[in-house]
């Protein structure tokens, strides 16, 4: 979404290099004009860059501004080494290595100085008793952990690992869900946008299943079966979320978006309101777009598309309607959007907003 902030453009027409400095003023400003960047959360996958597709060739930018924590060394580090544990005791750890370890101290104190246990003899006794009752702790220990085995891991494990989710769809059943698209689609003619561009295959024909592909570094992957339906409904979003920022209209917002971008935008209008500014967007079309990844984490389904679309973006005075910045003409912008949506024992809920990138 290209949002502008408040920028100046001086002109002065008494000499030609009044008028360069002026121009290289104006590109400055055109250049610092985002305010918005990348912005948002992509659960687990947050720091981590989509999947290129045709419509976003290039690595997109990384995420600026999150309520998501930055993972800790060992998170982006696979290749780290443990930390080695700490080398057991020939006697034990516990109360029983401590009598034992007790005891043997205490003989060879006797030893040394001609008392106690009755010098060579006496050790020597010591030792075979120490080794009698360390013998005896180390079986009944092992005799304990028989009786009490770990219990295997359960839960989620399938499910992270793109599986059945409880209350999700299952592979192979009645609606075992429509793959991503593997190019571009024009968004142009009967049935366009995303859902019969990209939904629909480049000979405009429907696309034929194909089996989700388990997550894969570089490679586009959809874990959860992206329909058609969800295709219409990035497209509708798309149109209704820039409109409703350009109206400022916080109540569409709240309802699209996830609670963090619904801060964010926030701040956002704020930041205009206090300037005297108000961005306005019109003509928002979608050109082209493809799914980059999709994919489930617990009872979350996310889903991140690669947009191409058209739009009309101008900063103007609150009071006046002056431009300030910006353009009448028509362009185009390319964007990463991530959408995530709640699943739960009745179905799942409406796709919202959650991240937007630039390219």
Do not use: C, H
């Amino acid at each position: 979404m290209s949002r502008f902030s408040k920028g100046s453009r001086k002109v002065s027409g008494i000499a030609a290099i009044a008028v360069a400095m002026a121009l290289s003023l104006v590109v400055a400003d055109q250049a610092d004009a985002r305010q918005g960047g990348s912005f948002g959360s992509r659960g687990t996958r947050t720091f981590q860059s989509p999947a290129p597709t045709q419509t976003a060739p290039s690595t997109a930018a990384p995420i600026q501004r999150s309520t998501t924590p930055q993972p800790g060394p060992q998170a982006t580090n696979p290749g780290a080494r443990p930390q080695t544990a700490a080398r057991p005791s020939m006697f034990g750890n516990g109360f029983g290595g401590a009598l034992m370890r007790g005891l043997l101290i205490g003989g060879l104190v006797g030893m040394l100085f001609g008392g106690g246990l009755g010098g060579m003899a006496g050790m020597l006794g010591l030792l075979l008793q120490v080794a009698l009752i360390g013998g005896a702790i180390y079986l009944v220990m092992r005799l304990l952990r028989s009786r009490n085995p770990t219990p295997a891991a359960a839960g989620y494990g399938r499910s992270m690992a793109g599986g059945p989710m409880p209350g999700g769809p299952t592979p192979g059943g009645p609606n075992p869900g429509a793959p991503m698209n593997s190019g571009p689609m024009s968004g142009y003619g009967v049935g366009g946008g995303m859902g019969g561009g990209m939904g629909a295959g480049m000979a405009g024909g429907p696309v034929p299943p194909q089996p989700s592909a388990p997550p894969a570094r570089g490679g586009k992957t959809d874990e959860i079966g992206v329909l058609p339906a969800d295709l219409d409904t990035f497209e509708r979003l798309l149109s209704t979320i820039q409109t409703a920022f350009s109206r400022e209209d916080q109540g569409e917002l709240k309802a699209n978006t996830t609670p963090e971008m619904f801060g964010f935008l926030g701040d956002e209008l704020r930041d205009n309101a206090e300037k005297g500014l108000r961005n306005q967007v019109s003509d928002v079309k979608l050109l082209q777009g493809d799914v980059a990844e999709a994919w489930r984490e617990g009872m979350r389904d996310y889903v991140t598309v690669a947009l191409r679309y058209a739009i009309r973006d101008q900063m103007v005075d609150r009071t006046t309607g002056r431009v300030t910045s910006g353009s009448d003409a028509v362009g185009e912008t390319t964007e990463i959007w991530t959408f995530v949506r709640e699943r739960g024992p009745f179905g799942a809920g409406p796709w919202l907003l959650s991240a937007i990138q630039e390219t």
